[in-house]
């Protein structure tokens, strides 16, 4: 452990943030005596600039929190109310290699489903021990696409993930695009070199059906309707086709397939498209002239408008728009997303990258493939870095899976999740405070050491340690043989190309060679085979059920006329740190809630033919008219009922990628008139003690509806 400064008995370990965020802030955690006092930003990473988020902020609170796992637990009680009885490890151990045994002896080992998704994103904490484990013992692939692989399609067959606009070029951007992207919840540091642009005389434009921080800010807000933020970029490229603005030199030596999209463009008028999106016609050919004739003209293309059906088309047809207007090739200019794919890190270096042959399950259908026939039937979930049940669509059908008597279930993690609740078996897990890991920005371009800050607490074990274990017991044997976080640190840096690898060890922060922001088709250029923009490719266009840039309409769900979208918060990370937030309230506009006699604080019922929700409403004209609101990562104890916006959520999959339509849920909202019901009181046993976790909601009595 390293500390560099030491004040009054305190400590400060420099580290840094592996959350799902793309900003992959740098870290100063004070430590007094073995315990965390504090956490705060530092200037080690040049986007952070001294302050994290209060999510972040707040982290010492989980770990110390009485929802923390502390020791292994075996179930005593019913599936799903979180009996459990404390174990020792070499008990809970011996009873997961007995069972993954039995399971793959006498159904095969792809009944086994290893599950796990976004917990972290450090490279040592996924992906190391655990795949080299689950592949060479036969488990099922996890196809995971809950998140970002619309747009990660998109961005490899138009440009091969080629490496985007870092933030600090920002301010030099004449006009600046946020296209379903919130950055006052996810990626903070960026919003204030938008403010920085602002001041300078640059435009902002926001596309979000909501009114965000910046769209308040914004010059022109276009609050389009969820799932039609395809046909808007199409109207985009219509009129710069139309126009005259198609920058025809450009696409003549760095593209291929712009026939193609002009094609698929042209039937977009912007007053087709903008019937459809629900905003104003005028509005919209006013942003296709602004993007025409600003330079530099910078995107920054969010995962919002991808939770839908046309969700991959939509990215492709966004981030196509600089190649066709010419926006590259100047600092400012360009777009960003992902920027995932900027660091050549070989993973060959610490885990076996072949191919495996077992079958892939998508992790969207996890409900209907723990309640439908299927063969070999899933007879074991090992969880980790995940919780499903409050991150997956068609909720309740994924708890009525879980509560199979014939499943076994591991759930290894932090705290007592929504997941947890329903395991045989659980086990203590790490949080990045105790253990090492590399941190790998995604929005900011860095590359991070974390850095134990304290000892584990009670018996947690970090995921590295435990799958090389589980992999001992069951005669598996690992590439790297690491046996410990630290060890794994050693195999994993050997993947990290130089000079990184000499800047982590020298400073514990790497940036690129051409610094934390590169001009596209200067410093970067699409990693295609050809080294060219595919504005078209086969592979999508194959892939889209309408070919791509092909516009599905919208679901539409009888007697379920309102569109229900579950955006980012500022309390969670995905789910996140769930357990330390308040209710989750329902955000809903004036118009639709007078038309059902529903006044703000009143309490609800959000339901279709999947489920039902029941919350407090907030009346906002922050969100379109037709469209309802409530945040993504909300807790069963969360709302007054135990069911969540994925209860209400469709899991059909998105036209690219096998991604969710969560912005495809369609609803009807009821004012409750005597909406008293019994707070929900669930405990479980995981040491000496029992520790209670208590829904929000205290009234008693009868739910009725108006």
Not at 50 to 71: H, L, M, N, P, W
Not at 266 to 295: H, K, N, V
Not at 340 to 366: F, G, Q
């Amino acid at each position: 452990m390293s500390a560099d400064t030491m004040t009054w008995g305190h400590s400060t370990v420099h580290s840094a943030c592996p959350l799902d965020c793309p900003d992959s802030c740098s870290l100063d955690v004070t430590v007094g005596e073995g315990r965390v006092v504090k956490i705060d930003g530092s200037t080690r990473q040049p986007m952070t600039g001294g302050y994290i988020c209060a999510k972040v902020r707040r982290f010492g609170e989980r770990v110390y929190g009485e929802s923390r796992i502390g020791y292994p637990a075996i179930r005593s009680g019913a599936k799903g109310r979180a009996a459990f009885e404390r174990a020792t490890w070499d008990e809970a151990l011996d009873l997961i290699v007995t069972r993954m045994t039995e399971i793959r002896d006498r159904s095969g080992a792809e009944a086994i489903l290893p599950f796990s998704y976004g917990g972290s994103n450090g490279l040592l904490s996924q992906d190391t021990t655990d795949a080299e484990l689950f592949q060479d013992f036969g488990a099922s692939r996890l196809a995971r696409t809950v998140c970002a692989a619309p747009t990660s399609a998109a961005a490899i067959g138009l440009y091969g993930k080629m490496t985007g606009v870092g933030y600090a070029d920002y301010p030099l951007a004449r006009l600046i695009v946020i296209w379903g992207a919130n950055p006052s919840t996810s990626g903070i540091h960026l919003v204030p070199y938008v403010q920085q642009a602002q001041k300078a005389g640059a435009i902002l434009v926001v596309i979000d059906p909501r009114r965000t921080p910046l769209a308040r800010r914004a010059d022109l807000h276009l609050a389009v309707r969820p799932g039609t933020d395809l046909v808007v970029a199409l109207a985009v490229h219509h009129f710069l086709f139309e126009h005259g603005f198609a920058d025809e030199s450009f696409l003549s030596a760095h593209a291929v397939g712009a026939d193609r999209l002009r094609e698929r463009a042209a039937p977009w008028t912007t007053a087709r498209a903008a019937a459809i999106a629900g905003i104003d016609a005028d509005d919209l050919e006013s942003f296709a002239r602004l993007y025409a004739e600003s330079s530099p003209a910078l995107i920054r293309c969010g995962w919002g408008l991808e939770r839908n059906r046309n969700g991959g088309s939509a990215a492709a047809a966004v981030l196509a728009l600089p190649a066709v207007g010419g926006k590259f090739g100047i600092r400012g200019g360009g777009y960003t997303m992902s920027n995932a794919a900027a660091w050549a890190i070989d993973p060959s270096a610490w885990r076996s990258t072949a191919e495996a042959d077992t079958r892939i399950i998508n992790m969207n259908h996890l409900g209907r493939v723990l309640t439908e026939p299927i063969d070999p039937p899933v007879e074991m979930l090992f969880v980790y870095n995940c919780n499903p049940v409050a991150t997956m669509p068609d909720q309740n059908r994924v708890v009525r899976g879980l509560l199979r008597e014939d499943l076994f279930t591991v759930v290894f993690d932090q705290v007592m999740t929504d997941t947890a609740m329903f395991a045989d078996v659980v086990l203590p897990a790490t949080t990045f405070l105790e253990g090492y890991d590399i941190a790998k920005g995604y929005g900011a371009l860095s590359l991070q050491l974390v850095q134990p800050a304290i000892e584990p607490v009670a018996e947690a074990r970090p995921n590295v340690q435990v799958f090389a274990e589980l992999a001992r017991r069951l005669g598996v044997t690992t590439k790297a043989g690491a046996q410990t976080d630290a060890e794994a640190l050693l195999d994993v840096l050997q993947g990290v190309p130089e000079p990184s690898r000499g800047q982590l060890a020298a400073s514990l922060v790497a940036i690129p060679d051409y610094g934390p922001s590169p001009i596209q088709f200067v410093d970067v250029f699409p990693k295609t085979a050809d080294g060219k923009v595919h504005l078209c490719p086969e592979s999508l266009d194959r892939e889209a059920p309408d070919g791509l840039y092909g516009y599905q309409p919208d679901p539409g769900d009888h007697g379920h006329p309102l569109a229900l979208i579950s955006p980012a918060s500022d309390k969670t990370i995905s789910s996140t740190l769930g357990e330390l937030r308040g209710p989750g309230v329902l955000e809903m506009h004036p118009n639709d809630a007078r038309a059902r006699g529903i006044e703000n604080e009143d309490l609800v019922r959000i339901f279709n033919s999947l489920g039902q929700m029941e919350c407090e409403v907030s009346v906002t004209d922050a969100i379109r008219p037709g469209t309802i609101t409530a945040p993504k990562g909300l807790w069963r104890t969360h709302t007054a009922n135990g069911s969540t916006t994925n209860a209400l959520c469709p899991d059909t999959l998105t036209d690219l990628g096998g991604g969710a339509c969560f912005n495809d849920a369609r609803v009807e909202v009821a004012k409750v008139v005597e909406a008293e019901w019994e707070g929900r009181d669930v405990s479980f046993t995981v040491a000496p003690g029992t520790v209670s976790t208590t829904g929000p909601v205290s009234k008693k009595g009868t739910l009725t509806e108006q």
